[in-house]
C-alpha cells in the first residue's frame, strides 16, 4: 500500500461545526487530490494541487477548501458541517511528472458523517 | 467533458474461474490514460492495470488483463483464476495527459464482483 494518510478514519459531529480532514503523503509527490465518494459509490474530484501553494476546484462544485503549505501536507476544511456534507472523502497523490504515467495513490479515506 | 460508463452495477463468478468487467468512455483527446482500480471493502483504493492510449499492446499484470479497444472506446477488464480476494467495487477511470501529468481522475460508477466459493 502507498504511503499517503488520512485522519480522521471516521467523523460524526453535529450540524455547524467547522471541520478538517487532514491527508498526509511521505512520497515527495507534487500532486494532491481530494475526492468525494457518494453512497452510491461515485467518486467525484473536488479539489486538487499542482504543489505548494497551488490549489484548484475540481469537477464537483464543494463548499469545502483547501490549503498546500507544505508538500506533504494537503487538508480539507469544512467551516460549517452540514448533513448534505455526509460522504466518504479520499485524497490521492501523484507524481506529476510530465511525460510519465501519472499513477494516483489513495488514502483509506475518511468517513463523515453530519447529523 | 469526457465520461465513463460502467454498465455492470454487479457481477458474479465463481472461484477460478474467469470474468471480464465492461468499461466505455467518451473523449475527443487522442493521448489519455485508462486505469482500473480495486476498493475492497472498508479499505484503501488500489491500482489493478493502467493503459496509455498510445501503446497498442493491450496491458497485463498477472491475473489482470486488459482489453482497449481505442476505435470503440472500450476498455473492458479481465480476471482469471478469480480468487476470493478479488472481491471488491473495481472502478473504470480515465486522465487526460496534460504534460505535467494527468488531472483528476475521472470515475465510472463501479461494479460490485463478488467471488461465489
Known amino acids: 500500500e502507498a504511503d499517503i494518510y488520512q485522519t480522521p478514519r471516521y467523523l460524526v459531529i453535529g450540524t455547524g461545526k467547522k471541520i478538517t480532514l487532514e491527508c498526509s503523503q511521505t512520497m515527495g509527490h507534487d500532486k494532491m487530490y481530494w475526492y468525494q465518494q457518494d453512497p452510491g459509490m461515485e467518486l467525484h474530484l473536488i479539489h486538487y494541487s499542482y504543489g505548494v501553494n497551488s490549489t484548484e476546484k475540481g469537477d464537483l462544485s464543494s463548499e469545502s477548501t483547501v490549503s498546500r503549505i507544505r508538500t506533504e501536507h494537503f487538508p480539507l476544511t469544512l467551516e460549517s458541517a452540514r448533513p448534505s456534507h455526509t460522504s466518504q472523502y479520499l485524497c490521492a497523490s501523484s507524481t506529476g511528472l510530465a511525460g510519465l504515467t501519472d499513477t494516483q495513490y489513495f488514502g483509506p479515506g475518511t468517513r463523515l458523517t453530519v447529523l | 467533458a469526457q465520461t465513463v460508463t460502467q454498465s455492470q452495477p454487479e457481477m458474479s463468478v465463481q472461484e477460478a474461474e474467469t470474468v471480464t468487467l465492461s468499461c466505455t468512455y467518451d473523449?475527443?483527446?487522442?493521448?489519455?490514460?485508462l486505469f482500473w482500480y480495486k476498493q475492497p471493502p472498508s479499505r484503501q483504493m488500489i491500482l489493478v492495470i493502467r493503459q496509455e492510449a498510445y501503446k497498442q499492446q493491450n496491458a497485463t499484470e498477472n491475473r489482470f488483463s486488459v482489453n482497449f479497444q481505442k476505435a470503440a472506446k472500450s476498455f473492458s477488464l479481465k480476471i482469471s483464476d478469480s480468487q476470493l480476494g478479488d472481491a471488491a467495487m473495481y472502478f473504470c477511470a480515465y486522465s487526460i495527459d496534460s504534460g505535467g501529468g494527468a488531472d483528476g481522475l475521472t470515475f465510472g460508477k463501479g461494479t460490485h464482483l463478488i467471488i461465489q466459493p
Open positions: 473523449t475527443s483527446e487522442s493521448d489519455y490514460y
